[in-house]
């Protein structure tokens, strides 16, 4: 089993920044990628960012964040940050971290409990 803590939310102003951390522990394989979701309420959850292990690292933004949130991955420390900067009000949701696995059985999906950001105007 693979567990994820996620960390680093809370109460903004809009303009400000936030760090998210998530610490990834357990029985991981290979990690195939990282990645950040969100979801406000009433709405489905979305991707913010992403960053592809198999691909050389290679990162993909949620438009809504681009230019503004920044993902990156410290492999040694099996940690995934997100960088938030010029915070929104819409930005406002339940931040997950999320990790996909390759492992001798397929691709296996985790999820942390998530971590939640408010941003007032």
């Known amino acids: 089993q693979v567990q994820l803590v996620e960390s680093g939310g809370g109460l903004v102003q809009a303009g400000e920044s936030l760090r998210l951390s998530c610490v990834a522990s357990?029985?991981?394989?290979?990690?195939?990628?990282m990645a950040w979701y969100r979801q406000a309420p009433g709405k489905q959850r979305e991707l913010v960012a992403i960053?592809?292990?198999?691909?050389?690292?290679?990162?993909n933004y949620g438009d809504s964040v681009k230019g503004r949130f920044t993902i990156s991955r410290d492999n040694a420390k099996n940690t995934v940050y997100l960088q938030m900067n010029s915070l929104k009000p819409e930005d406002t949701a339940t931040y997950y971290c999320?990790?996909?696995?390759?492992?001798?059985?397929?691709?296996?999906?985790?999820w942390g409990q998530g971590t939640q950001v408010v941003v007032s105007s």
């Open positions: 357990g029985s991981i394989a290979s990690i195939d990628s």
């Open positions: 960053i592809i292990t198999t691909r050389g690292g290679t990162t």
């Open positions: 999320n990790l996909n696995d390759n492992t001798a059985r397929g691709l296996r999906i985790y």
